[in-house]
Nanobody, 121 residues
């Protein structure tokens, strides 16, 4: 089994910064693409950023230039550095990863439990 554990959420003022982290643990052979999604109240879940195993990144237009996704393959972790935060960034943020099992070598998609980010003055 694989579990994704998120940390770093909280309350921040507009213009502030937060760093979200996600650690994968369990029977892991390797991890492919990882990313972050978010869901604001009354809105559907949207893709925020992704990073491939080779380090290629993609971002939704609304966060380009403000958010940076990174990963550490040796530690099975990923991070989302968020700067210049806006009230519209308020949402529950979810870690997501494609993980190949060390038991049967089948790749499965996993979700973290979600962490609340609130941007408010």
């Amino acid at each position: 089994q694989v579990q994704l554990v998120e940390s770093g959420g909280g309350l921040v003022q507009p213009g502030g910064s937060l760093r979200l982290s996600c650690a994968a643990a369990g029977t892991i052979s390797s991890i492919g693409t990882m990313g972050w999604y978010r869901q604001a109240p009354g809105k559907q879940r949207e893709l925020v950023a992704t990073i491939s195993s080779g380090g290629s990144t993609n971002y939704v237009d609304s966060v380009k230039g403000r958010f940076t996704i990174s990963r550490d393959n040796a530690k099975n972790t990923q991070s989302l550095q968020m700067t210049s935060l806006k009230p519209e960034d308020t949402a529950v943020y979810y870690c997501n990863a494609n993980v190949k099992s060390s038991i049967d070598y089948v790749t499965r998609n996993y979700w973290g439990q979600g962490t609340q980010v609130t941007v408010s003055s």
